[in-house]
């Protein structure tokens, strides 16, 4: 089983940049299409951004399209988003996900394996 840690959030104020990264644990993650979803207090977690294995495809949500970027360094067994422009409603706890081989890319129920998150906090 691919164990996954995600670590760089922290309390920011609104258009402030954070960069979170994402560590696999085995040689799967290399070969896998990642994602990163969120979760706010009371709400479902929702998509954010995936990468296939090579980075030649990317997908965005629309609250992500033009502020945050995801990568990988396959080398480095590491998945990246960078933030830019935060907003409030950008606070949330942040997971990277494993997608399985099959399906779409955007929901929750495509992906195995998650990590335990990092929570991100925005401030006016």
């Known amino acids: 089983q691919e164990q996954l840690v995600e670590s760089g959030g922290g309390l920011v104020q609104a258009g402030d940049s954070l960069r979170l990264s994402c560590v696999g644990s085995r040689r799967t993650f290399n070969s896998s299409s990642l994602g990163w979803f969120r979760q706010a207090p009371g709400k479902e977690r929702e998509f954010i951004a995936a990468?296939?294995?090579?980075?030649?495809?990317?997908y965005y949500s629309d609250s992500a399209k033009g502020r945050f970027t995801i990568s990988r360094d396959n080398n480095k067994n590491t998945l990246y988003l960078q933030m830019d422009r935060l907003t409030p409603e950008d606070t949330a706890n942040y997971y990277c996900?494993?997608?399985?081989?099959?399906?779409?890319?955007?929901?929750?129920?495509?992906?195995?394996?998650w990590g335990q998150g990092t929570q991100v906090t925005v401030s006016l």
């Open positions: 990468i296939d294995p090579s980075s030649s495809k990317t």
């Open positions: 996900a494993v997608k399985s081989l099959s399906g779409g890319w955007y929901n929750t129920r495509q992906y195995l394996y």
